[in-house]
């Protein structure tokens, strides 16, 4: 589609529906969005006369959504696009690792292909922002990047993403340092590391490590957290210490943080504080079965938090749809979520923070000048569409028509 357009009718909403003192629903109205080199140029109503000198995209009533952000998922690990096959039972992260790695091996089809079939599906949903983790480790070096890094550049005008140089098999393990290093200087712009304490035997010497490899890199870091109690809330604070001590707020991340959902509410408050403190966010994928984070209590404190799939068909996990919407529908269950205003406020969660309106009903997006990154869904409002899982019907990744 030609750089500048105009997209008609999509559906927008303007405010809440108030009865008694109680929001019960959402207004929205249609309006026209002047495109132009990405952006929205222009929103005028749907009942204002438009110039027909250029082309025109019609959303036909759709609701209009900023479009999703997969923060977490590893293009690396997956069988997409091979025949089936269920996860072969482990005793843990080793040999789980040591599973993994003699299949991927093994496997008829490319990092590359698998990878890009993935993207796809991702893309499918709604997704045009991808950060994956790229699992970098002695027996495999940096192939597993570069069969990533190919497939993330095909798809490069389709959406964004960014990399993790992830140590799965631990980063203290020979030789994972240099790797680490190396995957940063091609390409990788963040650094990640999975429990210090039960894989790499060594909590300090395991963080102080990934926070001079960051800082030594300019990298960001994505620490995979799954040590529970007060063992992965000692990493965390220890992860936030040094995260003060080098400058690196707002540039790291936990994913999982089991050990948050472990402690009291007063300990997880606390815990918040000092994540907030050092700009620390955190993202969960939600596993069916397990304590998660508290993330009524984190968002109430100010951290921010994302949602992700994480693995998708792979060797850990044989399910996986790579709707993150669906993940966002998981999370109103999981906190009861179930009114209008907090419906439609879950949104945020896999969108980067963004809302259509905020908790008073004070539109917020889209704004003229906004990158022009949208999903259209058959759905009434954002509620609708977060506690339906609403069909996808148009991807729009910076001002392109991507998928329909």
């Not at 790579?322 to 406020?345: I, N, P, Y």
């Not at 003229?368 to 996808?392: N, P």
Request: aromatic share 6%; proline share 3%.
């Amino acid at each position: 589609m030609n750089r500048t357009y105009w997209l008609t009718n999509a559906r927008l909403e303007t405010g809440y529906i108030k009865e008694n003192d109680r929001v019960a629903g959402t207004k929205t109205e249609l309006f026209h969005l002047l495109i132009e080199d990405g952006n929205i140029e222009k929103i005028i109503k749907g009942s204002v006369p438009f110039g027909n000198d250029l082309p025109v995209k019609d959303a036909e009533g759709l609701l209009l959504l900023p479009s999703f952000i997969e923060k977490h998922v590893h293009l690396d690990k997956t069988y997409m696009g091979e025949d089936f096959r269920a996860c072969i039972p482990a005793s843990g992260v080793i040999e789980r690792c040591e599973i993994e790695k003699n299949i991927l091996a093994s496997i008829p089809s490319s990092t590359q292909q698998r990878a890009e079939a993935l993207l796809e599906l991702l893309l499918s949903y709604g997704s045009t922002h991808v950060r994956t983790h790229v699992d970098i480790y002695p027996e495999v070096g940096l192939h597993n990047l570069e069969g990533v890094g190919h497939a993330l550049e095909t798809y490069s005008n389709r959406l964004s993403a960014e990399i993790v140089a992830f140590a799965q098999h631990g980063l203290l393990r020979p030789g994972t340092v240099q790797l680490v290093r190396e995957a940063v200087r091609n390409g990788a712009g963040i650094v990640g590391a999975v429990d210090p304490a039960t894989v790499d035997h060594n909590i300090e010497a395991s963080l102080v490590q990934l926070m001079d490899l960051a800082v030594e890199g300019n990298a960001d870091i994505d620490l995979h957290l799954h040590d529970p109690g007060h063992l992965g809330t000692f990493t965390m604070k220890r992860l936030a210490h040094l995260t003060k001590q080098a400058g690196w707020e707002g540039r790291v991340a936990v994913s999982h943080a089991f050990g948050l959902g472990d402690v009291s509410k007063e300990e997880a408050i606390e815990m918040a504080g000092i994540l907030r403190e050092a700009g620390i966010s955190i993202v969960t994928s939600l596993p069916i079965g397990r304590i998660i984070p508290p993330v009524n209590i984190l968002t109430d404190c100010g951290v921010d938090v994302a949602v992700g799939n994480d693995n998708i068909y792979d060797s850990w996990w044989p399910t996986g749809n790579g709707d993150v919407l669906e993940r966002a529908g998981r999370l109103l269950e999981r906190f009861r979520w179930t009114d209008e205003v907090s419906l439609g406020q879950t949104l945020k969660y896999i969108t980067g923070g963004k809302t259509l309106l905020d908790k008073e009903g004070n539109q917020l997006w889209p704004k003229a000048g906004d990158v022009a990154s949208m999903v259209l869904v058959e759905a009434s409002c954002a509620a609708e569409a977060v506690a339906r899982r609403a069909k996808r019907k148009i991807v729009i990744y910076k001002g392109n028509v991507v998928l329909e």
